[in-house]
Every structure is written in C-alpha cells, then in structure tokens.
C-alpha cells in the first residue's frame, strides 16, 4: 500500500515555542492531506484538509492563525504549532489519499506525539 | 455537516467469540463507510471498507454491513483472537471528501 511518513514521531518543546511537523507521501502524488489530532483515550478530530497550492481548510474551532498548514508540493505538507501551550499536548497525525488510485483509502502517518511543557 | 455514532464504546468478548460494532452516520450523501484498528500509539489501520453501492463485504474473518435506508453500518469480526484487541473507530465520507470518524470501540479479547 501507499506510505506516509510523518516527521517527529516525538517532540517535546517548552510552552510558547512553535512545533513544525511534516508529512510526506512517499510513493504516491497527494492533491489533498488531511490533519487529525487525538487526545488520549480519544476519536480522531480533523482539524484542517490541506490542499496543495491553497490555503488550507479549518474546521470549526481550529484555530488558523495557530495552526499553520502549508502544502507546498504534491507530496508534502507541514503543520505549525505555533506559540504552543500545554493543552496542545496531543498526538497529531497527517493522512493523505492517492490521486491514482483513487481507491477512496486514506493513508495515515505514523503520528507526531506533541508535549508542551 | 457528517456526524458518526459508534457502539459500545467498548467490548469484552472470549477468545473464539463474535464482535460487532455498530455506527450511525447523519449525512444521507455519504458513500464510502471504512473500518480502521488503532493499537496504542500507533497509526489507524484500514480493515474493511464498503461503499454505498454493496449492502455487505466480507474479508476472511471482518465482515461489514450497510444499511442505507437506516443510515447504519457494523463490523463483524468472526472467531476473534488475543490479537484483535485493540481501538477500533468507523468512519463515514463523502467519496475523495474528508473522513468524519466514530468515538471508537475498545475490544477486549480474552483467552
């Protein structure tokens, strides 16, 4: 199957600081990334649908102007943590479907464990 | 917009026993219903999926229904084992559109 890389797996950074995290499709081309974010013990909550070339679309309650997506290219997009707080803490993960095949399957990241201390 | 609704939110069965998850989804457009396993830490994993086309699809022991009319879908998992343990969310979407998930099911296999 398609793979997606997700980069940190893990980082911990003071409060107010910003966090990037990437998410590459590695064998395929990705018009459109998606970014989740989980509490533990918790569901997947979209945040954000990241397309390439625009700007991104937030859902309700997601902050934009905190959490910056940018989806360069068809095979990488980033979020932005910036000036994170402890209530960020979370596990962040970036899903991304293929153009060719468009078999409707998403395929996820391995997940970036946030802690803001 | 889509809202999902998933049941139990979690499941203790024996080893060797049946499981089912139900879901509910709102948006009658909806047309692709997947089915993904979370182990700790780790990334969701797609199991079954099943599109508004087919009312059932089976994949050796994980089956999953659909009911259009009644906006409902459930996994079936068949003989399970210590190793389905695990978080199991469902997830409803419009074909190519974003993914709305489920609460998710913590099943519990005993042996």
């Known amino acids: 199957g398609a793979v997606v890389s997700q980069h940190p797996s893990r980082v911990i950074c003071k409060s107010g600081t910003s966090v990037k995290i990437e998410c590459r499709s590695l064998d395929f081309q990705a018009t459109t990334m998606f970014w989740y974010r989980q509490f533990p013990k918790q569901s997947l909550m979209l945040m954000a649908t990241s397309n390439e070339g625009s700007k991104a679309t937030y859902e309700q309650g997601v902050e934009k102007d905190k959490f910056l997506i940018n989806h360069a290219s068809l095979t990488l997009s980033t979020l932005t943590v910036t000036s994170a707080h402890p209530e960020d803490s979370s596990f962040y993960i970036c899903s991304a479907r293929a153009q060719f095949p468009n078999t409707g399957e998403l395929f996820f990241g391995e997940g970036s464990r946030l802690t803001v201390l | 917009g889509e809202n999902v609704e998933q049941h139990p939110s979690t499941l203790s069965v024996q080893e060797g026993d049946s499981a089912v998850i139900k879901c509910t989804y709102s948006?009658?457009?909806?047309?692709?219903f997947p089915w993904y396993k979370q182990e700790l830490g780790k990334r969701p994993q797609l199991i079954i999926d099943?599109?508004?086309?087919?009312g059932e699809k089976k994949d050796q022991r994980i089956a999953v229904t659909l009911n259009k009319t009644a906006k409902h879908f459930s996994l079936h998992i068949t003989e399970t084992q210590p190793e389905d343990s695990a978080v199991y969310f469902c997830a409803a979407s419009i074909w190519g559109n974003k993914l709305v998930f489920g609460a998710g099911t913590i099943l519990r296999v005993k042996s």
């Open positions: 099943i599109r508004s086309n087919v």
């Open positions: 948006d009658s457009a909806s047309n692709y």
